[in-house]
């Protein structure tokens, strides 16, 4: 802290610092970033909150939910072959796919799909690296120690291992279904979120307010309920929204591959899936424009991450 | 004398005899790392087959087709039930070490779906596929050093900016879309590279050139779908190293522009690079699943896909326990490189 503070006062105090506080260029073009990226993020974590950020963190949100909720509600579109292959028009603005049906709806549909596995997997995941890191934190330094090594020893092992291959063996070994695409997902992503909870848990073992808690006589269990749990959980909220994008990748890689969802329930992943002999006839809409969808959706995903990222580490 | 220069003195004659200690030290914990790293794999390769062996066995996957392959098909009923009913009563532990025992024998079974030994197949394939993540690894990281550099010593401006937004999309953009962009721009728009597969038709013979025309698009998509994790990661530790005291004091003492971002702006960010070299090695082997996939590569990655589709068991086992054999290795040799590109390392916990 006092740190960050004074890095801040170094940077208003640096003598080659040209043109202001700016921080673009120093002297003769030397770059010197403004502020420690530390101050950056306290400022960023006051403007989560303020008029703009708040508005735009609403809209998004909107949008995700609507997407959630709205796309793809119709009733299934019927084929028609007279209608196969338009490309986009104002009346059908991703164009049609090889029954006629139109785009859009179809990539809205897809895309409220990948949403709701890459939720259900980032969800899945999170909640074994919350166990596991929390276990795996609370009886670090302490009796059970050795659990504690058994488990990041785990984690190491889980994270040696080529992901999508396991993946691939564990939904061709289930069948293909939503259910064994969040399986895979989340058996093979938990790691991160598990690290994550146990170093949070051990920094804050030694953090003042706990040592003041078990001084006053606070049992273990009150430590972990009023003191702990609320920021691992803040940590462990981030995490999650940070895996969402990772997973809906996954899924559509599987679906892509012709082992996740199929064409009934159809991701972005099976949409493109459907359309790459499209491409080699010259047909580019059905696969570039749902794929672009899958790039704003995992970017919008990442912006909310990095909104929340202040907020959550800011209350620890 | 006066006491500085003896403390000098005597620091000196310290100096030297510890010196030879120096790298026995580094080299005995480059060893336990090294020992550490090859026990573990056993362990994890195991660990790893028992969990299919167990999932194979609990799931509703029909152990006859698995045995059979497409055999199965053909045989009639009550010869398939009794092979179901001595199948189902072998368990998976027991068919783990059989398989292991196979394997250990030089005998990793045949493939139903290829039809072929798998040790064959492996061995076509496996140049191939190692073949184009080395070229994509040595696309994509000097051009990720560069990138990543050039965005950080800038830090903030309209050029670091662009390609931090330019790299972040990049990175949320899958391997297998990027492939077919490229596939509908190069291939078919302009026609001018191939659409996949690794050799011309007409030619009986693999020709170098022909390969290497049919490996452009494969290579570049997949070095395009790492380069914003190598470029991202040096160009936020460029920007902190430049923020740091040692830079501070280099500019300090009259240093060069050119010799500080050198030397202590993006040497220090090699360090943050190698690691996450090591880190992203199965992201590498899932962008060369999907690439292999959507160019028709004729490597293992690809192979993945059809045994996984037709329950090739067989092939399944062997290609998980090769890739978590690449993914071990390749670590163990990120950690090395980490230990060559800064000293500190070895001498820590040595």
Redesign the interface.
């Known amino acids: 802290m006092a740190e960050e503070w004074r890095?801040v006062r170094d940077a208003h105090a640096?003598p080659?610092m040209g043109r202001g506080e700016?921080?673009?260029t120093a002297g003769?073009?030397?770059?010197?970033?403004?502020r420690?990226?530390g101050a950056t993020n306290r400022a960023a974590g006051g403007k989560v909150f303020g008029a703009a950020g708040a508005w735009w963190l609403l809209c998004l949100v909107g949008v995700l939910t609507a997407v959630l909720l709205l796309g793809g509600g119709g009733p299934a579109q019927t084929a028609d072959f007279t209608r196969s292959w338009l490309p986009p028009s104002p009346g059908h603005p991703f164009g049609t796919d090889h029954a006629g049906r139109d785009l859009l709806e179809r990539t809205l549909a897809g895309a409220r799909v990948s949403l709701l596995v890459g939720l259900a997997a980032a969800g899945t995941s999170s909640a074994i690296g919350l166990l596991v890191g929390g276990l795996a934190g609370s009886v670090a330094h302490r009796a059970g120690g050795w659990l504690d090594s058994v488990l990041m020893r785990l984690v190491?092992?889980v994270?040696?291992?080529?992901?999508?291959?396991?993946g691939?063996?564990?939904?061709?070994?289930?069948?293909p279904s939503l259910t064994s695409v969040v399986i895979s997902v989340a058996l093979t992503h938990w790691t991160t979120t598990a690290r994550i909870v146990r170093a949070e848990m051990l920094a804050l073992t030694g953090a003042g307010f706990v040592e003041a808690a078990v001084g006053a006589g606070a049992s273990r269990w009150w430590v972990l309920s009023r003191h702990l749990l609320g920021h691992v959980l803040a940590r462990a909220l981030l995490a999650t929204v940070l895996m969402v994008?990772h997973a809906i990748?996954h899924e559509?890689?599987l679906s892509?591959?012709?082992?996740g969802l199929q064409d009934d329930r159809a991701s972005l992943?099976t949409i493109?899936e459907q359309?790459?002999s499209a491409?080699?006839a010259?047909h580019?809409w059905p696969?570039?424009l749902p794929?672009l969808v899958?790039?704003?959706l995992?970017?919008a995903v990442?912006w909310v991450a990095e909104r929340l990222r202040p907020v959550s580490v800011g209350r620890s | 004398m006066e006491p500085a220069l003896l403390d000098q003195r005597q620091a000196v004659s310290d100096a030297r005899p510890s010196a030879p200690a120096r790298p026995r030290r580094a080299d005995r914990s480059v060893a336990r790392l090294v020992l550490g790293r090859l026990l573990?794999l056993p362990?994890?390769l195991a660990?790893?087959t028992l969990a299919?062996f167990a999932?194979?066995q609990s799931?509703?996957?029909d152990p006859v087709v698995a045995a059979l392959g497409e055999r199965a098909l053909t045989m009639d009923g009550p010869t398939l039930a009794s092979m179901r009913e001595r199948l189902g009563e072998v368990s998976a532990l027991q068919q783990w070490a059989a398989w292991w025992g196979n394997v250990l024998t030089g005998d990793l079974g045949a493939s139903t779906s290829l039809r072929r030994p798998v040790a064959a197949v492996l061995a076509e394939r496996l140049l191939w596929t190692l073949g184009l993540m080395a070229a994509a690894l040595l696309l994509a990281v000097p051009l990720g050093l560069l990138l990543g550099a050039w965005a950080g010593?800038?830090?903030?401006?309209l050029a670091d900016r662009v390609v931090g937004a330019g790299l972040?999309?990049l990175q949320?953009?899958?391997?297998?879309?990027l492939g077919?962009?490229g596939?509908?721009l190069f291939a078919?728009?302009w026609g001018w590279l191939p659409?996949g597969g690794a050799t011309s038709l007409s030619a009986d013979r693999a020709q170098p050139l022909d390969v290497l025309r049919h490996a452009v698009l494969p290579v570049s998509v997949l070095a395009l779908s790492q380069l914003p994790w190598y470029a991202l990661v040096v160009r936020d530790a460029t920007?902190?190293a430049?923020?740091g005291p040692a830079?501070?004091g280099a500019?300090a003492r009259g240093i060069p522009?050119r010799q500080?971002l050198r030397a202590h702006a993006v040497r220090p960010a090699l360090l943050p690079l190698v690691t996450v070299l090591g880190?992203r090695l199965?992201?590498l082997?899932?962008g060369a699943?999907?690439v292999e996939?959507?160019f028709s590569w004729p490597g293992i990655a690809s192979a993945?896909?059809e045994?996984?589709?037709r329950?090739d068991f067989a092939l399944?086992a062997a290609?998980?326990v090769l890739?978590?054999i690449?993914?071990?290795l390749g670590?163990l040799a990120a950690d090395l490189l980490y230990r060559v590109v800064d000293p500190r390392v070895g001498e820590r916990d040595g």
Do not use: Q
């Open positions: 890095a640096r080659w700016k921080g673009r003769r073009g030397m770059p010197i970033p403004r420690s990226p190491d092992a994270n040696a291992l080529p992901h999508l291959v396991l691939i063996v564990i939904v061709a070994l289930l069948g994008p990748m559509s890689a892509f591959l012709g082992l992943g493109i359309s790459r491409v080699l010259g580019w696969a570039v794929g899958l790039v704003l995992s970017l990442y | 573990l362990l994890l660990g790893v299919m999932l194979a799931a509703p996957f010593t800038r830090p903030g401006t972040l999309s949320a953009a899958p391997p297998f879309w077919l962009v596939i509908w078919v728009a659409t920007r902190d430049l923020a830079v501070r500019w522009r500080i880190v199965p992201e082997i899932t699943v999907l996939v959507v993945v896909v045994s996984a589709l329950l399944l290609i998980t890739s978590t690449i993914v071990v670590n």
